[in-house]
């Protein structure tokens, strides 16, 4: 088993309940076509560069073969393409990221598995499409000229393939600007194109600092939305803390991997529904109830949101059976806890002061318990006991930081 370790505000309430409806719950979508004015418009570029509807996706990628790749996302082993209107992305790893990029694969692999058995998890992970070597002349020679030169990033590399995450819908994103964005700014972000790739990281562990100035290099792409600013667009955190439970419990117990670095992003849910009541989440009798006309594909547009979990390429597998599990319990232990504190602040914390916290600690460690509960049901009391072992065991760790004055949720190698 070779671990491979890494160094490496409080907001007034303003928005608008229709604002929350089509974050929150696509079965009110209906009582929001009362007043139809606000964001509904979606110019043509538009949903076809974001948010269009799963027909139009589909249909758009079967034709968009020779359309350029976009730069969407970026970090430290990779960087993100996608075809406008396309739904998948390709991650090319940066010079000596390959092998990191074919662990990412592998991991990959191996949770999209683990998420398969769960059916009803709400947190999703995008489908594995393929892995491209860089000798693969025939990939390369058909798309290294639609992709974007740049120097420090020699084409061909590795390239791994995988479902596109849509982004979150116009309204959410002017939603954003309007409370997030200085003033001063908010036009040229809500016209600038890099915008519409925006994704949110949710940050249920995190809350800005009280009064926080506006950050004035504000963009959308990969929006850190701190647990404050949940709060103050009046976001179901409850239902994310427990996803993400669940969704952890999944990856350490029916995948046996470790989420080192993994990223929790709301996104939209691009979800191909075969049948349009299906898509919006309504039943017929509700699509019977519509005001004549109402325009369907606009209401598409706005269908739910949802938790994606994506970036596995720091991830640790261990090997599946029990037996090794439990040989190596205490190893095994200290890399989850290890990988819960490192990650970015999406975890809920425990031994935090405000009742919201407490509040979303418990509903993460009752949520992540069962869900190991029902993974683990048929193995031996020994290994069902290690769930709770590893939840006590952040709690202790969480109490011995906090006792030599390092702060909550402190990071050992990443500060
Ligand atoms: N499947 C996807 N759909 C949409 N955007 C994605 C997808 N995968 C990655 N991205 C975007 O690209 C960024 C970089 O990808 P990531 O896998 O995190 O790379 P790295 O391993 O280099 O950090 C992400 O933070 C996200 O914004
Ligand atoms: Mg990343």
Redesign the pocket.
């Given at each position: 088993m070779a671990f491979r370790m890494r160094a490496d505000e409080t907001e007034d309430s303003g928005i608008s309940s229709e604002m929350q409806q089509f974050i929150i719950d696509n079965n009110r979508l209906l009582d929001e076509l009362s007043s139809p004015g606000e964001g509904t418009s979606i110019s043509p570029a538009q949903a076809t560069t974001s948010t269009a509807s799963s027909f139009a996706v589909f249909n758009q990628s079967q034709q968009a073969a020779e359309v350029s790749y976009q730069k969407?996302?970026?970090?430290?082993?990779?960087l993100?393409f996608?075809k406008p209107g396309s739904a998948h992305?390709v991650?090319i790893a940066r010079p000596y990221f390959s092998d990191a990029l074919w662990e990412?694969f592998l991991s990959h692999l191996r949770l999209f598995k683990a998420f398969s058995l769960h059916g009803d998890t709400q947190c999703r992970i995008?489908r594995v499409y393929s892995y491209v070597n860089k000798v693969n002349r025939a990939w390369w020679d058909a798309n290294t000229a639609l992709l974007p030169p740049n120097p420090e990033f020699p084409l061909p590399s590795q390239a791994l393939i995988?479902?596109?995450?849509l982004p979150l819908p116009l309204a959410i994103r002017n939603v954003l600007i309007d409370k997030f964005c200085p003033e001063g700014l908010r036009e040229s972000a809500k016209a600038s194109p890099l915008n519409n790739?925006c994704?949110a990281r949710m940050y249920l562990g995190r809350h800005r600092t009280p009064n926080p100035p506006l950050a004035p290099n504000f963009s959308l792409?990969?929006y850190n939305l701190c647990l404050d600013q949940m709060l103050a667009l009046g976001l179901p955190v409850q239902d994310y803390a427990r996803e993400m439970a669940a969704c952890l419990a999944i990856i350490h117990w029916q995948a046996r991997v470790d989420g080192y670095d993994i990223?929790f992003?709301l996104?939209s849910d691009a979800e191909y529904a075969t049948h349009v009541a299906q898509s919006l989440g309504m039943d017929v009798e509700q699509l019977e109830q519509l005001p004549k006309h109402s325009d369907v594909e606009v209401l598409l547009q706005r269908r739910g949101v949802r938790l994606w979990v994506?970036?596995f390429?720091l991830c640790n597998r261990f090997a599946m059976d029990d037996a090794f599990i439990l040989g190596h319990e205490k190893e095994v232990l200290s890399q989850l806890v290890l990988a819960f504190f490192e990650n970015d602040p999406y975890y809920p914390l425990p031994l935090m002061e405000t009742n919201v916290d407490r509040q979303l600690w418990s509903i993460f460690r009752q949520e992540y318990l069962k869900k190991a509960a029902e993974i683990l049901s048929g193995a031996s009391q020994a290994l069902k006991r290690l769930p709770v072992k590893f939840l006590d065991a952040c709690v202790e760790r969480e109490h011995r930081k906090l006792g030599k004055g390092l702060g909550h949720g402190h990071r050992d190698f990443k500060g």
């Open positions: 969407i996302g970026f970090g430290q082993c990779g993100v996608s992305v991650k990412d995008p995988t479902e596109r995450i790739d994704l792409r990969n990223e992003v996104g994506i970036d390429n």
